[in-house]
């Protein structure tokens, strides 16, 4: 029986690629803002309708540097979820600020916009939702707190590229949202990722935080990193780019199909479908409840290994339950967060997985029923 993956990479033919990066051998220049790293960051900007793409070596470094432009004062206070990768609750630490954790709402698994104001303090600065899954969180009540209380708004959204929101792209929302374009997203640059940002001044200090705040060759006018993205990582973006669209109809129909099995199937919760959302299929999470299913999702998890099923039980742990934040961090209850972490399972999801595998993958979570 071959083995599944949970993921795999999406790439371009190797011709494609080739012919993207032999002009990289005329003109030796392999990073610092070449020429296809500008291509792509202008390809972006059109396809995205937002003013400003800053492009990264990753995703987590420029979620640190947006965070770090803000200027937001040291200690404050940020408003995240716990219910996510541990690059957003590290950007937020290695940042100087505090992490408050919000729970999440029970049906998309995105920031309870309910529960936010209940917490916001006099040292408060900032909201980081995570569109977790490709999920939007709820943007407007959102801006309007934010705008209430006056916070900078930035979006956690690796898991959100290509996705819109009543037509506009989900980077058009808060004062800045970061993609990830690891090799493992819907979209990938190799490693890589991007800020999308409205407001004009901040070109400027995301340069001088990505590039060592070089301004010319005999000026260095900020103490900044290095985090800038290669003419490869770029050049792969770039073919990568041209078919997202077919990327994105493959998945889908790979999600429909995991849906025509599991709907209806008692004890089983799958992601919703979105009001106004265009969706990118970015992963697929099945969420178990055992006294009606009959399995757990641990169990389930061990008979898709015992079959060469790769799955991830992704957001399990919770970022706020870590060992490196044991006393670091304010124990704030997220009920909500810790029960969907302890039942949920994201399956195999990527454009070329085939119908017969998909059907083999349902028909062994469904083994597991009583
Ligand atoms: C992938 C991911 C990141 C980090 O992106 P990298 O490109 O891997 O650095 C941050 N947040 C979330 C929710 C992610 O899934």
């Not at 309910?114 to 916001?120: R, T």
């Not at 961090?329 to 994201?346: C, E, G, K, W, Y």
């Amino acid at each position: 029986m071959s083995r599944i993956l949970v993921t795999r990479s999406s790439m371009p033919t190797i011709e494609e690629y080739e012919n993207e990066i032999k002009s990289l051998w005329d003109t030796h220049w392999l990073t610092n803002m070449g020429a296809k790293h500008k291509q792509f960051q202008a390809e972006l900007e059109a396809m995205l309708g937002v003013p400003h793409v800053a492009l990264y070596c990753n995703g987590h470094l420029a979620l640190e540097n947006i965070i770090e432009a803000m200027d937001l004062p040291e200690g404050g206070e940020v408003i995240t979820t716990p219910f996510t990768f541990a690059s957003t609750t590290h950007a937020v630490v290695r940042s100087g600020l505090r992490p408050v954790f919000c729970d999440i709402d029970q049906d998309n698994y995105t920031i309870d916009v309910n529960k936010i104001e209940a917490l916001i303090t006099d040292k408060t600065v900032a909201i980081l939702p995570v569109h977790v899954y490709g999920n939007i969180c709820d943007v407007e009540a959102i801006k309007s707190i934010a705008d209430k209380h006056g916070l900078k708004v930035i979006y956690d959204a690796a898991h959100a590229f290509a996705v819109k929101y009543k037509g506009q792209s989900a980077g058009a929302f808060g004062d800045a949202s970061m993609f990830s374009f690891h090799a493992t997203k819907v979209f990938n640059t190799i490693e890589g990722g991007a800020v999308c940002f409205h407001d004009d001044a901040l070109v400027q200090k995301l340069n001088d935080l990505k590039n060592f705040g070089i301004h010319g060759p005999e000026e260095v006018a900020y103490i900044g990193g290095n985090a800038k993205m290669n003419e490869f990582c770029a050049a792969m973006g770039i073919c990568n780019l041209r078919h997202l669209d077919e990327e994105i109809a493959k998945r889908k129909d790979v999600v429909e199909r995991y849906r025509s099995h599991f709907e209806g199937v008692p004890g089983i919760k799958l992601a919703p479908v979105q009001k106004d959302v265009e969706p990118n299929y970015a992963y697929f999470p099945v969420v178990f409840d055992k006294a009606v299913f009959g399995a757990g999702r641990d169990e389930v998890f061990n008979a898709l290994a015992k079959n060469s099923i790769g799955a991830r039980k992704y957001f399990y742990p919770l970022t706020n339950t870590f060992s490196c934040y044991k006393d670091v961090i304010n124990a704030d209850s997220t009920p909500a967060a810790l029960d969907i972490s302890l039942r949920v399972l994201t399956l195999p999801l990527y454009a070329d997985l085939s119908a017969d595998d998909v059907d083999r993958i349902c028909e062994t979570v469904l083994s597991c029923k009583l």
